[in-house]
C-alpha cells in the first residue's frame, strides 16, 4: 500500500505563483481606473454636449439635430448620442449622483438611468434613495430596480409606455436575390418574453456534438417553431383548408434522378433541392402538384402525413424522442424518418420507421448522414462520406 502525503510547492514554484498574482491586482487595477477616467470623460461629454445642443450649430452645417450631427462627426450612435445631451441638460437635477460618478462609486451608465427615471417620474423623484441603489447594484440590475420604481411612483405612465411598446411592435421579412430571407423585429417586452420563452428550449444544444453556434441554433429554433405549428394545425385555418407547405415537384424529382430540375415551394423565391422533397415527403404536412415532363400538372395529393394514425402513436410509444443518439427532442417535436423512403419502396413497417426532430432528420436527407438500424435494433448513425480523390499512384 502506497501512503500519501501533503505535496508542498517548492519555494520558486511559490514565488512564482505570487509574482504573477501581484501583476494580475496591478493589471485589475489599472483597468479599472481606465474605466473609471471613461466615466469622467462621459460625464465631461454630456455636459458638452448638452451645450452644443442649445447652439444652432448643427443646423449650420446642415444637419436635420445636434444628436444627428453628433451621431455623424463624434462617431456614434443615435442612442449614444442622444443619451449624452439627456444627461447634460438634466445634471443639475442629480448632484448627489454626479458626485458619486467623480468617486468612482457609480458609473455613467447608472447615471443616464437615474437621469431617465427623473425624467419619467418628475416630482416623485427622490434620488437619495436610488442613489443608494444604484451604489450597491450592477447598472443593468440598476436599470431593472428603477423600472419597479416608475411603476410604483407613475403606474399609468408606465402603462402608457407599455402601451406604446406593443404598438410599435413590428417584424419585416425581406427577401434577398439569393432566395435568403432576413427577419428583423422589434418586440415589447411581453411579446420579446414570449418569443424567448419559445426559442430558448429548442435552441439548447443536442448532444455532446452539437458545435451550432447559439445564433445557428436560435435560427434553427425558429423553423422547427414554425414546422411544428404548420404540422399541429396550431396556424390559424383558411376556411375550410388547413394551411400546409406547397411543394410543386416533376416525378423525377422526387425520385432524385440525374438531370431532373429542381421543385418550387410556395413563398420561396428560389427552388429547392431534390433532397429537400425528399425530406418534406417522408413524414410532413405539405400539399405536393406533381407535374410530367411538359409541366403539366398531373396529381394534386392531398396534405397528409405518410405515418399518421395508429402507426404514429406505436412510434411515438416506442421511441419516446428523437432517436439520434443524445439528443432527447420529444415526439411532438419530431417527424416521422423512413430508414429506407417510401419513394423506393420502404414501408410503414415499425422496423422501418424512425422519430427525428427537425435538424437530424434534416442532416440524413440534406446534409447526407446515414442512419440504420443494427440487428439488435438499435440506431446508427453514420457521418457523410469524405472523398479525398484518387490515389497519386497505384498499387506497388
Aim: aromatic content about 6%.
Amino acid at each position: 500500500m502506497l501512503a500519501t502525503q501533503d505535496v508542498q510547492p517548492s519555494a520558486g514554484t511559490q514565488l512564482a505563483f505570487e509574482e504573477r498574482s501581484e501583476g494580475n491586482s496591478e493589471l485589475a487595477e489599472e483597468l479599472r481606473q481606465v474605466l473609471h477616467e471613461r466615466h469622467l470623460l462621459d460625464l465631461r461629454a454630456s455636459r458638452l454636449a448638452a451645450r452644443f445642443a442649445a447652439t444652432n450649430e448643427y443646423d449650420d452645417h446642415g444637419f436635420a439635430s445636434p444628436i444627428d450631427w453628433i451621431r455623424f462627426n463624434c462617431h456614434l450612435t443615435s442612442t449614444a448620442a442622444a443619451d449624452l445631451i439627456a444627461v447634460g441638460e438634466n445634471i443639475e437635477r442629480v448632484p448627489e449622483s454626479v458626485q458619486a460618478v467623480s468617486n468612482g462609486e457609480i458609473g455613467f451608465p447608472h447615471l443616464k438611468t437615474m437621469v431617465r427615471t427623473a425624467n419619467a417620474v418628475g416630482a416623485r423623484f427622490d434620488e437619495a434613495s436610488l442613489l443608494e441603489k444604484a451604489r450597491e447594484n450592477s447598472a443593468g440590475k440598476f436599470y431593472y430596480i428603477c423600472d419597479h420604481y416608475r411603476h410604483a411612483a407613475d403606474p399609468k405612465g408606465y402603462e402608457a409606455e407599455q402601451t406604446e411598446r406593443v404598438e410599435n411592435r413590428k417584424l419585416t421579412i425581406t427577401t434577398c436575390d439569393d432566395g435568403a430571407v432576413l427577419i428583423k423585429g422589434v418586440f415589447d417586452p411581453e411579446g420579446g418574453a414570449a418569443l424567448r420563452t419559445a426559442f430558448e428550449p429548442l435552441a439548447r444544444k443536442s448532444g455532446a456534438y452539437d458545435d451550432r453556434s447559439r445564433e445557428k441554433r436560435l435560427g434553427d429554433a425558429a423553423v422547427e417553431l414554425a414546422l411544428h405549428a404548420l404540422d399541429s394545425g396550431l396556424i390559424p385555418q383558411q376556411g375550410s383548408q388547413r394551411t400546409h407547405l406547397q411543394v410543386t415537384t416533376s416525378l423525377e424529382t422526387l425520385l432524385g434522378l440525374p438531370g431532373a430540375p429542381a421543385a418550387d415551394l410556395e413563398f420561396s423565391s428560389v427552388p429547392v433541392s431534390s433532397k429537400t422533397v425528399e425530406r418534406l415527403a417522408c413524414d410532413a404536412s405539405v400539399t405536393r402538384i406533381l407535374l410530367d415532363s411538359e409541366s403539366t400538372v398531373i396529381d394534386v395529393g392531398r396534405a397528409k402525413r405518410t405515418i399518421s394514425g395508429p402507426a404514429r402513436k406505436a412510434l411515438n410509444v416506442r421511441d419516446k424522442h428523437c432517436v439520434w443518439t443524445g439528443c432527447e427532442r420529444p415526439a411532438s417535436w419530431t417527424e416521422g424518418h423512413h430508414l429506407v423512403h417510401w419513394i423506393h419502396g420502404g414501408t410503414n413497417r415499425p422496423s422501418n420507421l424512425a422519430l427525428l426532430c427537425y435538424r437530424h432528420h434534416w442532416m440524413v436527407h440534406e446534409g447526407n448522414w446515414q442512419i440504420i438500424r443494427d440487428s439488435d435494433g438499435r440506431i446508427v448513425t453514420i457521418p457523410p462520406t469524405v472523398t479525398f480523390g484518387p490515389p497519386l499512384r497505384g498499387p506497388d
